[in-house]
């Protein structure tokens, strides 16, 4: 199945947590909703905000809102239900890059373009509450994912660093690439995750 989306590049995109539904984010600030069974576009949305480029999205697990990291350093979160952008959170480092939801509904981290650090977020408070990686000076942070039970964070940049979200502590640093880690992934029950990375490597682990 292949849907044409926008004359604009695509940067990122989602599956709802109903696994029918699909969100779209484009380089010129839209997004939009599709559904694989009618395999069309349902729901066109403009810009939130006038210039303001998109970069990265994640779905919040439960289904009813959906993050963006944005070109001014903000994160925004859209309510779905309520149709419309209901927080605007100032991620600050430049262009946020790369942001994901926890499996408890509760917390998500994002990582910015000029900072080199981890940044993890409250939602029910909307606060940064916790920074990670600031002693690391890790220059290629750009990919992160929680695992299905919300316990572990993997964070890809020279290294793969992982956490556990209880404390926020690192537990696990491993440098199996040559190069820039560019996406993680979690196996069932966190028993095994994956990396990829620039040097055209495939990594996966057993924990």
Known sequence: MCIRDSKEALVSCGVHPINTLGVVASRDGTFSFHDFNKKEKILSCGQLDEDLMLRSLDIHPDGLLVGFGASDGTVRIWGVNEGYQVAVLPATGGVVKEIAFSQNGVHFASISENENVVRIWDLR???????????????????????????????????????????????????????????????????????????????VYSS
């Not at 750009?142 to 039970?149: E, P, R």
């Not at 992982?162 to 880690?181: A, C, E, G, L, P």
């Open 125 to 203: 408070n909307q606060e940064n509450i916790k920074v990670l990686l600031q002693d690391e000076n890790d220059t290629q942070l750009s990919s992160l994912t929680f695992d299905s039970s919300g316990q572990y964070l993997a964070v890809g940049g020279s290294k793969l660093y992982m956490f556990n979200t209880k404390q926020w502590d690192i537990f696990s640093r491993v440098q199996s690439h040559s190069d820039r880690i560019t996406s993680l992934s979690f196996g069932k029950e966190s028993k095994n995750y994956a990396s990829v990375s620039l040097d055209r490597h495939l990594v």
